[in-house]
């Protein structure tokens, strides 16, 4: 069991695709018994500009909730695995005692009845949560998860490797290819710190019309849709830093 095991953790170390990664978290989560899996890469850009991405297992429809920052600031689970890397068994109760049942009725559609997390703080921003679960409910000590726990977290240490190592941003592309004037790269800054157009303006003496128009130029050399995703590109570009 020992062999398979160290097996299973180094096969996952050395994924060579976000498909072969949800391949070997899923297969690993299912041989311990569980239904679905989730693996989450948190990246902290600025106080008011978190990323996540995630690989999961679970129904098309989770990941808006999952993802909901207002669900996540209120849930026990991501509020626990955001103070603390220790793994916490949850069920009904967990959401019960703190009045949040409905939410916790809001998940079970989707196959989350109970189950274990726990999350790795890595420093610079950058968080990793997993996640294993039940369609079930599971209300047994926690001291009978113990073998379980050690699994999850070992398994857990080298998944997060190629997670990150996965959503690498992509490298800085040559400066002829994003021809961001300074003020457009300036204005991205700012919003970045989740500054309003009018507020961005003030801290570059500019009008509230003029940095809309820097932003607008820079979505639109960018590609993208929103500030807010142009914001994402130019810091996976290497054009401006996140914290």
């Not at 239904?35 to 850009?45: L, S």
């Not at 995630?54 to 909730?65: D, R």
């Not at 026990?76 to 959401?95: A, D, E, F, G, L």
């Not at 570009?237 to 996140?242: A, D, P, Q, S």
Request: one cysteine or more.
């Amino acid at each position: 069991m020992g062999s398979v095991f160290n097996r299973k953790c180094l096969e996952v170390l050395h994924a060579g695709s976000v498909k072969d990664f949800e391949r070997q978290i899923v297969d690993f989560a299912q041989g311990l018994g569980f239904d679905t899996v989730a693996a989450t890469v948190i990246t902290d850009h600025s106080p008011t500009l978190v990323e996540f991405q995630s690989v999961t297992n679970a129904p098309e429809g989770f990941l808006q909730e999952f993802e909901d920052p207002n669900l996540g600031r209120i849930d026990p689970i991501n509020q626990h695995c955001k103070r603390s890397s220790s793994p916490i068994v949850w069920n009904r109760q967990t959401y019960a005692a703190p009045g949040l049942q409905e939410l916790w009725e809001r998940q079970v559609p989707f196959g989350y009845r109970s189950g274990i997390a726990f999350a790795m703080h890595l420093g610079r921003g950058r968080h990793y949560m997993f996640g294993a679960n039940w369609e079930h409910d599971r209300c047994e000590s926690v001291r009978n998860y113990r073998s379980i726990f050690e699994d999850l977290v070992t398994f857990g240490a080298h998944s997060q490797a190629a997670a990150f190592e996965l959503s690498t941003p992509t490298p800085p592309a040559p400066n002829n290819t994003w021809p961001l004037a300074r003020s457009e790269l300036e204005a991205l800054r700012w919003t970045m710190d989740g500054l309003t157009s009018c507020e961005v303006g003030l801290k570059m003496a500019l009008s509230e019309w003029d940095v809309t128009l820097r932003l607008q130029r820079a979505m639109k050399k960018l590609g993208c849709g929103s500030k807010y995703e142009a914001v994402l590109k130019a810091i996976k570009l290497g054009l401006i830093e996140g914290v």
